[in-house]
């Protein structure tokens, strides 16, 4: 199947008791056993079924397969949030003493996490000084359990070298993690590049209509973990957290998928709401007829903008002009997705004067939405970073961050053209 039938068909057969054409929600915490022997049977998992949905949901099942199906990974796991699932993907295979190597251009909750929650659990972040293959090598050793980079970063719209980040870190016998949550699978599929996992923040495109947090984790299949067992004791060691599993070996290609599932998401609960799940799965029916429409605003607003006298420079891979041109049209065909910086002359005044006149804009923090959405990402997404880490990060104080939506390109133009004549 094509992208464009697996958003509507993947992962669901119209279930067996019912016919129910839509996925049905399963808004249950636990799943009956049938004997004593039967519970033991699950417990000791000698037989496929459900237990309880901390761990496993039919529902969460749908869209787990439906993601995997399009990452073309080989399993995948629906968790709360996009943050929750970076976090299990990096605590599946590190720890204590360990440290991951990472671009420097990120979300800032990503940031945040990386640079002060994982710091205090022992597990060092190490950023680049920019996103190439070369500038981060340099930062790996033999305690690097991943390295990790945003397919096209949020809110600066830099698109990474998966290729060449993927190779290198191979050479190394090390993992690369890529956040795939700007791009969707309909316009990169980083998998096919090299990664090894892919991880999103479903809040944003794949939902697409800002009403549900989730997250989720594809794993590939393809990362050697036990031609890698010293870098990965938590992969190729007993788990005492899981019957003395060893995963690397006993569970075979899904190894990753699996402990995340069975030793983070287990033991701490950041389980999707399978009614979460529906509205996600409602959503990616539309994908990939919203991703066309949204990078077809999206260009036509750069072009605007960039044309546009008050503008100053405007950051948009599309555009001839991006530093990341080239790698827009490699890695997404010059349609780098519909975010959007932009700088406006007048500095953070004139700025602030833009964001309070737009009508149609929706002044908010999130991206991926069917409307358009601005942001001052210096005020409120990236306020945690000083001064040196925004310059790192790609960001001035007077940036604004523009996420096209999928209405009507005229009425879009036109407050953005009443918001600027109102900012002078
Ligand atoms: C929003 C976002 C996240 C975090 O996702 P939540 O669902 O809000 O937890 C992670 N990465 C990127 C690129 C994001 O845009």
Sequence with gaps: MRDETKVIHSGYESENSTKSVAVPIYQTVAYEFDSAQHAADLFNLEVEGNIYTR?????????????AEL?????????????????????????????????????????TLFAHAFARLGIEARFAEDGRPESLEKLIDEKTSAVFCESISNPVGSIADIEGIAEMAHKHGVPLIVDNTVATPILIKPIDYGADIVVH???????????????????????????????????????????????????????????ARTV????????????????????IETLALRMERHCKNAFKVA???EAHPQVESVNYGGLSTSPYYELAKKYTKGKP??????????????GV????????????????????????????????????????????????????????????????????????
């Excluded at 697409?208 to 989730?214: A, Q, R, Y």
């Excluded at 997705?337 to 932009?342: I, P, Q, T």
């Design 353 to 424: 004067r833009f964001f309070d006149s737009l009508k149609l804009f929706k002044r908010l923090v999130n991206i991926g939405d069917a409307k358009s959405l601005v942001a001052h990402p210096a005020s409120t997404t990236h306020r945690q970073l000083s001064d040196e880490e925004l310059i790192t990060a790609g960001i001035s104080k007077g940036t604004l961050r523009l996420c096209v939506g999928i209405e009507h390109i005229d009425d879009i133009l036109e407050d953005l053209g009443q918001a600027l004549e109102a900012a002078k």
């Design 337 to 350: 997705s519909a975010l959007l910086s932009f700088d406006i002359k007048g500095g953070i005044d004139a």
């Design 71 to 111: 990452e073309g990974g080989v399993g995948a796991l629906a968790v709360s949030a996009g943050s929750a699932a970076i976090n299990y993907a990096v605590l599946t295979i590190a720890e204590h003493g360990n440290n991951i190597v990472s671009t420097p251009q990120l979300y800032g909750g990503t940031y």
């Design 55 to 67: 761990l496993m949901n039919p529902t969460n099942d749908v869209l787990g397969k439906r993601v």
């Design 201 to 259: 923040s479903l809040t944003k495109y794949m939902g697409g209509h800002g009403n549900s947090l989730g997250g989720i984790i594809v794993d590939s299949g393809r990362f050697p973990w036990a031609k890698n067992a010293k870098r990965f004791p938590m992969m190729n060691e007993p788990e005492p957290a899981y019957h003395g599993v060893v995963y690397a070996k006993d569970i075979g290609d899904t190894a990753f998928i699996a402990r």
């Design 264 to 283: 983070p998401m287990r033991n701490t609960g950041s389980t999707l709401s399978p009614f979460n799940a529906f509205l996600i799965l409602q959503g």
């Design 303 to 305: 072009n605007y903008l």
